[in-house]
């Protein structure tokens, strides 16, 4: 699990605790090596190694891309006879893409963002000096926006019928 998604799997844990909620971890192998598990599947051993009672967590392992999580999400919770309603975990700055992929796909999701990447910090002027981390956030940046035009142009998804 990366560092982004152990923060995240991190924060549902500590909001599922505090609210008393089940936690539904959605996530595939994103990389195709036989050696390392999918998302999901990581997230509930690290939850059960924390305490977490096994029987809380529902699992959607098929998907590989934000859309597919949304997608995949909707039909497990209706198999499961669970409400389409989600307080929906992700990195912060990967939000809007996602509560656009989750609302799209029928799912009533309110937002519990966590992993900020900005600082309230004071400016200095080394700031302005490019650095490695600074290309990662732009990176990250062109990433969501190309990505949230790109889900911007899909339909909405159709209820399936129970």
Partial sequence: MGPYSSRRVSYAFRLSR???????????KVFE??????????????????????????????????????????KTLRAAGLPLKVA??????????????????????????????????????TDWIPSPDSFMKVNLALHEYLGSVWYSLKPSAKPSKP
Avoid at 55 to 68: G, Q
């Fill in 18 to 28: 505090r609210l008393e909620l089940p936690l539904l971890f959605s996530g595939g």
């Fill in 33 to 74: 090596t036989a050696a390392q598990e999918g998302e999901a599947q990581a997230a509930r051993r690290f939850l059960i190694e924390s305490g977490m009672d096994g029987r809380k967590i529902i699992l959607e392992d098929k998907s590989v891309s934000t859309w597919e999580n949304a997608a995949f999400t909707a």
């Fill in 88 to 125: 929906l975990v992700t990195s912060a700055f990967h939000m809007p893409r996602a509560l656009m992929s989750f609302r799209k796909n029928g799912i009533e999701a309110i937002p519990a963002p966590t992993d900020y990447l900005a600082s309230r910090a004071p400016k200095r002027w």
